[in-house]
């Protein structure tokens, strides 16, 4: 039995290598992004992760944690969260996220964690009863949460072709 926010389609190639397409329930395109998760602090300053995430669409992502770390505890105490996300190779196209964060926790996560996993990593993660049981008593000892971050507002940088664009339409002050 799959997680309540997946569904597969068809595998695309990407970069040499086979990619499974994903899909959440709503049809939205998930994808593996690389991120900083940025939480607030009981004693009014910020918290930032690096961190692995999935994008479900433009305005859904989802990371994985322990209930024991920094980012976790905030959430919990102050679900206002911000995500900054980057291209692969850092210098590129990137995006600012502010929303709600909720945090989803075993054993009721356990089906949407192993497809997280499965779509980050790319690969199956095992099948059967017996594995799924060693798998969620292992998560269970890590504490492992899923966390869905709500977006509420986006900003994006330029793409680097429409910062070409707008450079070479300024006029310079000896063209005039």
Request: hydrophobic share 45%; aromatic share 6%; charged share 25%.
């Given at each position: 039995?799959?997680?309540?926010?997946?569904?597969?389609?068809?595998?695309?190639?990407?970069d040499g290598k086979?990619?499974?397409?994903?899909?959440?329930?709503?049809?939205?395109?998930?994808?593996?992004?690389?991120?900083?998760?940025?939480?607030?602090?009981?004693?009014?300053?910020?918290?930032?992760?690096?961190?692995?995430?999935l994008?479900?669409?433009?305005e859904?992502?989802?990371?994985?944690?322990?209930?024991?770390?920094a980012?976790?505890?905030?959430?919990?105490?102050d679900?206002?969260?911000?995500?900054?996300?980057?291209s692969d190779?850092?210098?590129?196209?990137w995006?600012?996220?502010?929303?709600?964060?909720e945090?989803?926790?075993?054993?009721?996560?356990?089906?949407?964690?192993k497809e997280?996993?499965r779509?980050?990593?790319?690969?199956?993660?095992?099948?059967g009863a017996?594995?799924d049981?060693?798998?969620l008593a292992?998560?269970?000892?890590?504490?492992?949460?899923?966390?869905a971050?709500?977006?509420?507002?986006?900003?994006?940088?330029?793409?680097?072709?429409?910062?070409?664009?707008?450079?070479?339409?300024?006029?310079?002050?000896?063209d005039?």
């Open positions: 039995m799959r997680g309540a926010l997946f569904r597969r389609a068809r595998r695309l190639p990407l086979e990619f499974r397409k994903v899909r959440d329930v709503t049809g939205r395109i998930v994808r593996p992004v690389r991120a900083v998760l940025i939480t607030r602090r009981r004693a009014e300053g910020i918290q930032a992760s690096p961190v692995s995430a994008a479900i669409g433009e859904s992502f989802l990371v994985t944690s322990s209930e024991v770390t980012k976790t505890r905030n959430i919990q105490r679900p206002r969260v911000a995500l900054c996300v980057v190779n850092w210098y590129g196209p995006r600012t996220v502010e929303g709600k964060a945090i989803r926790t075993l054993p009721g996560a356990f089906e949407d964690l997280f996993h779509v980050r990593d790319g690969g199956p993660l095992g099948a017996e594995y049981a060693r798998l292992s998560w269970q000892a890590e504490a492992k949460v899923l966390i971050v709500h977006a509420e507002r986006v900003a994006r940088a330029p793409s680097l072709d429409e910062l070409a664009a707008t450079i070479a339409s300024r006029q310079l002050p000896g005039r």
